[in-house]
């Protein structure tokens, strides 16, 4: 078999491995499969991800500087080269988290220069400038002609990037209005529309979720999220069918463990709060149990976990 052969079938697993969320084996098939065929930026790229996804930092840098440097002109490898550098910059000490953050914000900038259609490095691009001080290149008075732009382009988009920018902000308020336009409006992206879920969930809004959750399902339907976003919404209006339970059930049991989706342990949580208000105690306990043991710093499982161990 050829080295591009090899290097096809190692991407084919790669990518199998990926969608499993088995990010370690997905991390060693498409190291070979890019030492097998070097000049394949798209496996590279695919490397990135998953390298950021086991938090392997300086890896995932290493990968996206040859992707970018193979097609320097390609937008979307700049944009993640951008996400590399920025997750390194959070995980840096201050003084090399500086240098990181300006690198950052470079790339996202290379990226809009590069494709000014790629809404999702303009998103990244408009979210450093709305939360980085200006030392690090950021400022929001960089980010409203961004926002602007973003407008004139898909208004939706841009009403999402002004809720996310006032989100940054904590006024909520003004990030609820923004959101809840460019849900009315139609806003395409799902990972636009899940993060809108997740602040609802974050802030349990049920009406912004079953908005939420209506347009996901006509942009992506067959996406587990939506499942879950729809669950903690009638959580949260205090439904106690086996309909909402089965909900979260199904999205622990088909969700990929993956950045831009809720943890498993957020689906505990809301199933300890399902049983909570059904009157379940054993079964809230075993569940905000379970959300502790995913994440031990969960402040909300921790404290409801208290609360029934009380009751």
Not at 130 to 142: H, I, Q, R
Request: hydrophobic share 40%.
């Amino acid at each position: 078999m050829s080295a591009g052969a090899q290097a096809g079938d190692g991407l084919e697993a790669g990518k199998q491995a990926y969608e499993a969320s088995e990010y370690a084996k997905a991390a060693q098939l498409l190291s070979a499969a890019a030492a097998a065929e070097p000049q394949k930026p798209e496996i590279l790229l695919l490397l990135t991800k998953t390298e950021l996804e086991l938090q392997q930092w300086d890896a995932a840098i290493k990968s996206a500087e040859k992707a970018v440097a193979l097609e320097p002109k390609n937008s979307v490898y700049h944009e993640w080269l951008g996400h590399a550098y920025g997750e390194k910059a959070d995980h840096s000490s201050f003084m090399s988290a500086l240098g990181f953050a300006k690198k950052t914000r470079r790339e996202f900038q290379m990226a809009v220069e590069l494709d000014g259609n790629n809404f999702a490095a303009r998103q990244s691009l408009i979210e450093y400038d709305c939360t980085a001080p200006a030392m690090a290149g950021g400022g929001e008075d960089k980010a409203q002609p961004e926002i602007a732009e973003m407008s004139k382009l898909d208004a939706a988009e841009g009403q999402y990037a002004e809720g996310n920018c006032r989100r940054q902000k904590k006024d909520f308020a003004a990030a609820d209005g923004e959101f809840r336009k460019a849900l009315a409006n139609g806003l395409k992206s799902p990972e636009r529309v899940f993060d809108i879920g997740d602040y609802g969930t974050r802030h349990e809004e049920e009406a912004l979720l079953v908005s939420v959750a209506n347009l996901g399902a006509k942009i992506a339907p067959g996406d587990p999220r939506i499942g879950f976003y729809r669950g903690v919404a009638a959580i949260l209006q205090k439904q106690k069918d086996a309909g909402t339970e089965k909900l979260l059930q199904d999205y622990l049991s088909s969700a990929p463990v993956r950045s831009g989706y809720p943890r498993p342990a957020a689906a505990h949580y809301w199933l300890g709060r399902f049983y909570e208000n059904a009157g379940n105690a054993a079964g809230a306990r075993e569940e905000y149990a379970k959300a502790v043991k995913e994440e031990p710093k969960n402040k909300l499982a921790q404290e409801a976990l208290k609360r029934v161990k009380k009751g």
